[in-house]
């Protein structure tokens, strides 16, 4: 299983940003699909993630009404629109995946066995 992120880079606040995930070796069936973010100095965290079986998404609280997760493409790719990003937003970005995922889910990402390498998000004012 890969997990390749792409669309991370630098933005100002007001702007935009989308990031893509494209999946390898594994299939919606089952699998959760998410969002996860770390800043320096800081643990990580769940940002979005969305059940692919039900549909359900979930939002950590800070970026409710200005990220949109969503599944794009035929199959193993998912996306998060950052809409409005805040200085706070700046950290590493990951992808990550999971069969087994339990709701509400661990915000640390425990239950998420794939890991994407990360791209880079900074947001400057």
């Known amino acids: 299983v890969q997990l390749v992120e792409s669309g991370g880079g630098s933005v100002q606040t007001g702007g935009s940003l989308r990031l893509s995930c494209a999946a390898s070796g594994l299939t919606y069936n089952g699998n959760s699909m998410g969002w996860f973010r770390q800043a320096p100095g800081k643990e990580r965290e769940l940002v979005a993630m969305i059940y692919t079986g039900s549909g359900r998404i979930v939002y950590v609280d800070s970026v409710k009404g200005r990220f949109t997760i969503s599944l794009t493409g035929p199959t193993n790719m998912v996306a998060m629109q950052m809409n409005s990003p805040k200085p706070e937003d700046t950290a590493m970005y990951y992808c990550?995946?999971?069969?087994?995922?339990?709701?509400?889910?661990?915000?640390?990402?425990?239950?998420?066995?794939?890991w994407g390498q990360g791209t880079q998000v900074t947001v400057s004012s």
């Open positions: 990550a995946a999971g069969l087994r995922v339990g709701y509400p889910p661990s915000l640390g990402g425990d239950d998420f066995a794939y």
